[in-house]
């Protein structure tokens, strides 16, 4: 705002009172919240996740189809395919919490971190 619309302010409020304040601090954009990914609310899990499955020979990787993508798992002994497409901007999350949930089963099954 100009120095000239600062000026105007204090004569406004005197003029019309409170509610035109109240009404400008209402008309201001709220803040969007971002949905933040499972891989980088917990790093180290990320981290030991992909350590882990690269070690256990577990690759997750895309395939295009069409302009969408399907989710290759592939271990070495059985490759699956997801049923489901993501579009590029779906796809980076989706592996990564693939990597994660395997990692997961990994724990649930061992008990400890190998």
Do not use: C
């Not at 590029?88 to 949930?101: C, D, G, Q, R, V």
């Amino acid at each position: 705002m100009n120095s000239i619309g600062m000026n105007l302010i204090p004569i406004l409020v005197n003029l019309i009172g409170y509610s035109y304040i109240s009404y400008e601090f209402n008309r201001m954009p709220k803040r969007k919240i971002k949905h933040i990914p499972l891989h980088l609310q917990d790093t180290d899990k990320a981290r030991k996740a992909i350590s882990w499955a690269f070690r256990s020979y577990l690759r997750a990787y895309p395939v295009p189809s069409g302009d969408m993508y399907h989710i290759i798992v592939d271990n070495g002994v059985k490759r699956l395919k997801s049923p489901q497409t993501y579009n590029k901007e779906e796809l980076t999350e989706a592996i990564w919490n693939i990597y994660i949930k395997y990692y997961d089963n990994h724990l649930e099954k061992v008990g400890y971190e190998s």
